[in-house]
């Protein structure tokens, strides 16, 4: 089996190139990532020792570049997880994301029309359905939750979504999506929430919490998300979307003050700020669906699954503090600059 993985560099996934090369040690892989900002070759060290895995420095976007990489491998999956993904970076540029979700996606799925594939995945997330209020803790996002974005990254993603049905249903494209909460994990970037919080405690700066720390989200292991795609595209069925949820939600403020106990820090660290434009309340999703006709549910406790990601941070400090100082984005470079 011959699979595309985009985005691959990226947070979630390089974790599921991990799991992938670790599950299934006759795949091969291949990665195609642009290596924006975001994403990090190093990363990925350990997975360019394996025989199976291949990195290619790609922008989805190159309807050329991809169609070459097309007739090279003959893949039989495609794993899309390409695309722009913080919330406020889109409120500042929303058209990047929309070239990357949008678009990068088409010229992916042209490119299953035109070569053959088995299963296109597309990755995308809880925030194409919006928020839920958090005085109805009864109510959680289903398949069929209409979708009402909030952000031009939420936005973006479903569009790519809707595009994605779209092939499927006039062209017969074997597609699936799932749609996840938030992930935590190693390999998070430091701007996010978790990795954040856990970075600037370690050096004893303020804690930046929006608002007042209310905002509920339901945490996923990332893991256990891995395993969810996994089981989604070798069982899933063709032209379905799947939820995959972490039974674990938590406030913003809870997890903060969570990371400041895990590191013996004080919570005067904890610095509230003015909250995101049209910040989402709660996220919760009822991944009843996937449990029902796949088996999945997530294994990993929020307690476990924290304590297991703070290590992760304090064993691979440098992993973190050259991605804070920007010397990661030379990693590239040294590794292919003379090749």
């Not at 979630?12 to 990532?33: A, E, Q, T």
């Not at 063709?238 to 939600?249: A, F, K, L, S």
């Not at 929020?302 to 920007?326: A, C, P, V």
């Amino acid at each position: 089996m011959n699979i595309i993985v985009t985005g691959g560099a990226g947070f979630i996934g390089s974790n599921f190139i991990y799991y992938m090369l670790n599950k299934y040690p006759d795949y091969r892989i291949i990665c195609v990532d642009c290596l924006t900002y975001a994403g990090n070759l190093s990363t990925l060290k350990e997975a360019l020792k394996n025989p199976k895995f291949r990195f290619c420095k790609v922008d989805i976007r190159d309807r050329k570049a991809i169609y070459n990489l097309f007739e090279e491998e003959h893949p039989d999956m495609v794993v899309n997880f390409a695309a722009e993904s913080h919330v406020d970076r889109s409120i500042e540029n929303p058209k990047v994301f929309l070239d990357t979700s949008i678009n990068g996606t088409a010229v992916m799925m042209d490119a299953c029309r035109k070569y053959g594939i088995k299963r296109y995945h597309q990755v995308s997330t809880d925030e194409v359905y919006g928020d839920l209020p958090l005085d109805r803790p009864d109510l959680f996002f289903t398949e069929e939750t209409p979708l009402y974005t909030s952000s031009p990254y939420s936005s973006s993603k479903a569009g790519a979504d809707l595009l994605v049905l779209s092939y499927h249903r006039t062209y017969g494209l074997p597609v699936t999506i799932s749609r996840c909460s938030n992930n935590y994990g190693p390999y998070h970037f430091p701007e996010k929430l978790i990795p954040l919080m856990i970075a600037n405690a370690l050096a004893d700066k303020p804690l930046p919490v929006y608002g007042k720390g209310e905002n509920v989200r339901d945490w996923l292991y990332v893991e256990d998300h891995c395993n969810a795609i996994d089981l989604i595209i070798h069982n899933g069925r063709v032209g379905e979307v799947y939820n995959i949820g972490g039974h674990n939600e938590m406030k913003n403020i809870d997890i903060v003050k969570t990371i400041c106990k895990e590191l013996g820090k004080s919570e005067k660290l904890i610095t509230y700020v003015t909250d995101r434009k049209g910040h989402d309340m709660r996220y919760a999703i009822d991944p009843t669906k996937i449990h029902n006709e796949l088996g999945w549910l997530p294994k990993t406790k929020f307690t476990e699954g924290i304590k297991k990601t703070i290590q992760w941070y304090l064993d691979n400090r440098e992993w973190w503090e050259t991605i804070i100082s920007g010397e990661y984005q030379k990693y590239y470079e040294k590794m292919y600059g003379n090749r």
